[in-house]
């Protein structure tokens, strides 16, 4: 019922999104210029308002997944540590089990205290 519910808002979230977008289809130029509003120094434009929201949800998209990336370099490297740790206790392992070992019969050493 969960994944239906949440598909469902999925749906309609995104078809409200595509109204939006079809009925915002007027040119806008997009000014970084905070001085002047009439001929700004720097702009990009004029383009369709869904194409600078399109544009601007990407670039978020993009640069959270390269921040989530970056944060991410910590448990990479240890994961990375682990595994070699992990090969290295393996082959320990392997070569104690394929050591030989002392014939059954024989007592070992005692030693005095």
């Known amino acids: 019922m969960r994944k239906f519910l949440f598909s469902t808002f999925l749906v309609l979230f995104g078809l409200i ?33 869904w194409a600078a929201l399109v544009a ?3 670039l978020g998209y993009l640069f959270g997944g390269l921040g989530m990336w970056l944060s991410g370099k910590g448990t990479r490297r240890k994961a990375t540590d682990r595994k ?7 082959r320990e392992i ?20």
């Open 17 to 49: 999104f595509l109204v939006f977008l079809v009925a915002n289809r007027q040119p806008i130029t997009i000014s970084f210029d905070p001085l002047s509003t009439d001929s700004p120094a720097f702009a990009i434009g004029p383009l369709p308002l």
């Open 56 to 58: 601007t949800l990407f």
């Open 84 to 90: 070699h740790e992990i090969k290295q206790l393996k």
């Open 94 to 113: 392997e070569a104690a089990a394929s050591a030989p070992t002392q014939p059954t019969g024989e007592k070992l050493p005692v030693t005095q205290r």
